[in-house]
């Protein structure tokens, strides 16, 4: 039919492609563009990881402790939230799954610059985002692959998957040796806001189970919420109990980003 003035335009889900800008409008992605990926997730509630199913996943390291994780984009690149800022010497360790055992094709990366985003706001985690420009780039491999950075947004109730390393029970933090996957459920902006009046910005978005026990912890910020195979949210905040009933994992909404980050790679 003719939808937004265009003849012979496909239909899907009642948008034609034509109606479709970017993110910042927070639009859905048609699911005629991103088909389903079968994908992992994330942390309390979640599960081990089948081992390197999660190839963009980062482990950044203060020295040899880990301290957030992070997600490679490009093979200089990773990104990860912007209050990861180590105090000292920040790397990155890429392919792993047993974190702190060695393993076949890890690798190792001094990070040279640190972008966090100019808009960042410490008191609201409003821009939690950051970049980092690896020493020298990644070897791409099975087990070490960048991830595309979407472009809009899946619709409310999709599922994604969230990674990391971070603590398992709360509040008695332990952490887990392998990386843990966790299938969450998108919020639409409106809920994300009733479970967390006066909280959410546009440049937010939460994933979680109403239920509970399925959401992310401590030692995942920065990680990632994958969603049909491309990199959706990066792990901002959340309850400092993770996984409670009703509170949802509060991510920075990466689509928001797509140019700042290209742009970034482009300058630097």
């Avoid at 599960?47 to 997600?71: E, F, I, R």
């Avoid at 919420?225 to 009703?246: D, F, K, Y």
């Avoid at 920075?252 to 970034?264: E, L, N, Q, S």
């Amino acid at each position: 039919g003719v939808t937004g003035g265009v003849t012979g335009d496909t239909e899907v889900t009642g948008l034609s492609l034509t109606d479709v800008p970017t993110c910042p409008q927070d639009v859905t992605c048609l699911s005629l563009l991103s088909p389903g990926v079968a994908g992992d997730t994330r942390v309390v509630g979640g599960h081990a990881c089948v081992p390197h199913s999660q190839p963009w996943q980062v482990a950044v390291l203060d020295m040899y402790k880990l301290y957030c994780g992070g997600v490679l984009i490009a093979p200089r690149w990773v990104v990860t939230a912007a209050h990861c800022t180590t105090p000292g010497v920040t790397t990155v360790a890429l392919g792993k799954h047993r974190l702190y055992a060695r393993e076949a094709g890890e690798q190792r990366r001094m990070v040279a610059r640190r972008v966090a985003h100019p808009g960042y706001d410490p008191s609201t985690k409003d821009n939690d985002i950051m970049l980092l420009k690896l020493v020298a780039p990644a070897a791409i491999s099975e087990r070490v692959r960048p991830i595309a950075v979407a472009s809009c947004l899946p619709e409310a109730g999709t599922t994604c998957v969230t990674s990391g390393w971070g603590a398992t029970t709360s509040p008695e933090v332990t952490y887990p040796e392998v990386l843990q996957c966790v299938n969450v459920t998108l919020f639409s902006s409106a809920e994300c806001r009733r479970f967390y009046p006066d909280s959410i910005t546009a440049n937010m978005i939460c994933a979680g189970n109403v239920q509970g026990g399925t959401d992310s912890c401590q030692g995942d910020s920065g990680g990632p919420l994958v969603c049909r195979g491309a990199l959706q949210g990066i792990v901002s905040w959340g309850m400092e109990r993770c996984g409670q009933p009703r509170r949802p994992g509060v991510y920075t909404k990466v689509c928001r980003y797509a140019r700042w980050i290209r742009d970034t790679m482009d300058d630097t």
